[in-house]
């Protein structure tokens, strides 16, 4: 097979030939067997998400396994990384195998499950981490994601325990008690609104704490959902000093603000700006996008979190926190920083391919696109504007705070090891 | 006028004064042996109550069946369903019983809000949790306006825990629409931490404040703040933001002490103070139904002629 005319990383028109899965040429003029015609997209490596809520087992309401996946191909994604806290919560071989299973039948999108760092995760015992990382899912990412590993000492024997199979812990920084009923980013807004305040240091304090006891153990640390600028200096500290951390940030903190909670056309309260963490301020969001630009932020994660419509049609307390994001996370990633010019196409693919896969160590995954490479290819369109519609989703939900704007770009096509998961933009 | 009232801070001047001016041509109703207007016959109210306020409810009660409005009192509180789907529900049922007006109290901030997505008649916010309670800031500017005058350049004091109350905040809002000079006291742990963007002053020194204040305003401090370490003790809190009888005697003779109830006496406000002539506390009450009966006649039937 070979894809006609498209440019990789955004560079000069090239063809390419798939053969047996794999990349077999790059060059000009190829011709022979089936042709896919490109149109001059931009060819990346198939995006890689580290943090994906594929609610399957427990909430298949909101999404499972078959329509996460779809919803990540239409992305542009070939690899995702599901999130432990299903029910029963993936803190056993048994389940993340299940998971891992359900990926490999569909064949969508590979599908590597995250495991629980404890059991249940609720904080106080290690989950087998071991029985995880030895079973056909070879999870080497672990996580309590939507809680914190709060306990400092767990904490420390966690990211210890997983050297012995080059696992990373991929902490949710939240210092409980200072977030106790937290609603919202603590700020302006919050005071107004009188919603109970989320404050960064809540944040900030575990990522500090954290970093000092990957360092202390020599161990691997991994940050998710990063959202404050605070946040930002004191990963660009701890990575100064040399240590081995990483960190992520999704594309809803590096677009969207806590104003959008008091005014948007969604009406003010909107649950559907309702996440963990919240929504910051522009300052914020600027330090965010110029920590993904020079590194110190590794990884754009989706935090792809389902939810069904009941879920958020509710007074802002009792709504579920979270937003669906896997199909329009490139749209945004433009928006942020291709279209600022805080990025260029190969940092894209360095921050949604490359080191998410380095980080979750998935070895045929996030390679350039060369020969000898597995053919992952995500064909990506910048040049249109669209206007968002949850309707058109893959995925379960549509609880997305993107409703009604425009996005730049357009998933054209998305290869799993040379096989069109998404072509024309449409699963196939 | 907008049509809902669910943040003080929709509030224009005019649309202030106007529901001020509405309430004082209906407080001579109250005063007459029939207190029974036909304004609003054939508009239903409903009271729709998540949280036992029963002053309130009552208040708005009284006020729309002075207006002749049907009075329907929903009490959803206690209900199996779980909150969220209650709410959405509830909503499409009033609807469809045809409420032109839904006077609304909810544990949880904004939810007025949301009920206005789903609801033609008008939204009446009477409390969402720690936001907004807008009828008690305009009580409270009618109450201080009958003994005091014109807003205009009153220093108006509110102690207590600002953080959590929706008095303060509706009060803060109106007061500043209606050209008061007003300040926060409280210890900071009872401050939003964003206050300085607020139109007003802040200070934590009550003694210092008063003899420099129009009106005082006490706010309730709930006894279960403390064990949340807002502050140390009642003791404690009560000798350095309780208005008791020794900082009673630093306010200037004609300035008027207010509380918008319930009181916890001897906490943060001593007996004698509450039953002195400068206590505006039981005006306050009366006050209310007449607000409330101009805010649903402005709502429902128009402007005055």
Not at chain 1, 203 to 212: G, S, V
Not at chain 2, 209 to 238: C, G, I, T
Request: with cysteine; proline share 5%; aromatic share 4%.
């Amino acid at each position: 097979m070979i894809i006609h005319n498209v440019r990789i990383l955004g560079g000069e028109p090239v063809d390419i030939r798939i053969a047996d899965g794999v990349v077999a040429e790059v060059g000009t003029g190829l011709t022979g067997g089936e042709v896919i015609d490109g149109q001059g997209a931009v060819a990346l490596p198939g995006l890689v998400d580290l943090h994906t809520h594929l609610r399957e087992p427990g909430r298949e309401d909101a999404e499972t396994v078959l329509t996460g996946t779809q919803s990540a191909a239409r992305g542009g994604y070939t690899a995702v990384h599901a999130m432990a806290n299903t029910s029963p919560v993936a803190d056993t071989a048994g389940v993340v195998e299940q998971v891992w299973r359900l990926g490999r039948e569909y064949g969508l999108c590979d599908v590597h499950p995250v495991g629980a760092v404890t059991v249940g995760l609720d904080g106080r015992q290690l989950a087998e981490l071991g029985a995880m990382a030895d079973s056909a899912a070879r999870v080497r990412v672990f996580s309590d994601d939507g809680k914190c590993v709060s306990d400092a000492v767990l904490m420390r024997r966690a990211l210890e325990y997983v050297k012995a199979f080059d696992g990373v812990v991929a902490q949710h920084a939240q210092e409980p008690r200072l977030t106790e009923g937290a609603q919202m980013n603590e700020g302006v807004v919050s005071g107004r609104l009188g919603l109970t305040g989320w404050p960064a240091v809540a944040e900030e304090a575990i990522i500090a704490r954290d970093c000092l006891l990957a360092a202390h153990v020599g161990s691997r640390l991994h940050v998710c959902h990063v959202s404050t600028a605070g946040s930002v200096e004191i990963l660009r500290w701890a990575k100064s000093k040399g240590w081995n951390i990483t960190a992520e940030v999704t594309p809803h903190h590096l677009l969207l603000t806590d104003d959008l909670v008091e005014e948007s056309p969604a009406g003010a309260y909107n649950p559907i700006y309702k996440v963990n963490p919240p929504l910051r301020t522009r300052a914020d969001v600027e330090a965010l996008r110029a920590a993904l630009a020079d590194g110190t932020i590794d990884v754009v994660a989706t935090d792809h979190a389902p939810h069904p419509v009941e879920d958020k049609e509710t007074e802002w307390s009792a709504a579920a926190m979270g937003m669906v994001g896997l199909e329009t996370a490139l749209s945004v990633v433009q928006e942020a920083m291709i279209d600022t010019g805080l990025l260029d196409w190969a940092g894209v693919a360095d921050r949604m391919s490359a080191a998410p896969a380095r980080i979750g160590r998935l070895a045929g995954q996030g390679r350039p696109i060369e020969p000898g490479s597995p053919a992952n290819i995500t064909l990506y369109d910048p040049s249109v504007r669209t206007e968002v519609d949850p309707s058109a989703f893959a995925s379960k939900s549509r609880n997305t705070p993107y409703t009604g704007m425009t996005l730049p770009g357009r998933v054209v096509a998305t290869f799993l090891r040379g096989k069109p998961t998404v072509l024309e933009g449409k699963l196939a | 006028m907008n049509r809902h009232l669910i943040s003080a801070g929709d509030l224009t001047r005019d649309d202030a004064l106007l529901i001020l001016d509405t309430a004082e041509e209906l407080a001579r109703v109250s005063e007459r042996s029939i207190k029974k207007l036909p304004t609003l016959r054939g508009r239903t109210v409903v009271n729709l109550f998540f949280e036992d306020s029963t002053r309130t409810r009552i208040s708005f009660e009284a006020a729309a069946k002075r207006l002749s409005a049907d009075v329907i009192n929903f009490s959803a509180k206690g209900s199996s369903v779980s909150k969220g789907e209650s709410l959405k529900d509830t909503a499409l049922t009033l609807e469809a019983m045809g409420a032109d007006a839904v006077v609304i109290r909810h544990g949880s901030s904004g939810a007025p809000h949301r009920l206005a997505n789903w609801v033609h008649g008008s939204v009446v916010n009477a409390g969402d949790g720690t936001h907004e309670h807008p009828t008690q800031a305009l009580l409270d500017a009618f109450s201080m306006r009958r003994r005091l005058g014109s807003l205009d350049g009153r220093r108006i004091t509110i102690v207590g825990d600002v953080l959590h109350s929706r008095v303060a905040r509706s009060n803060v809002l109106l007061l500043h629409t209606l050209g008061a000079e007003v300040t926060l006291v409280a210890p900071p742990t009872l401050l939003p931490v964003s206050v300085d963007t607020w139109p007003c002053a802040v200070s934590y020194d009550l003694d210092g404040v008063l003899p420099k204040s129009d009106a005082v305003m006490m706010l309730r401090v709930q006894k279960e703040r403390m064990n949340a370490a807002y502050f140390p003790s009642e003791r404690e809190y009560s000798r350095r933001y309780g208005l008791d009888r020794d900082r009673f005697a630093k306010l200037p003779e004609e300035a008027i002490v207010m509380h918008p109830g319930p009181m916890n006496r001897g906490m943060e406000i001593a007996a004698e103070v509450a039953d002195s002539p400068r206590s505006t506390i039981v005006e306050q009450v009366a006050n209310g139904v007449t607000i409330r009966m101009a805010v649903l006649y402005l709502l429902l039937g128009g402007e005055i002629a």
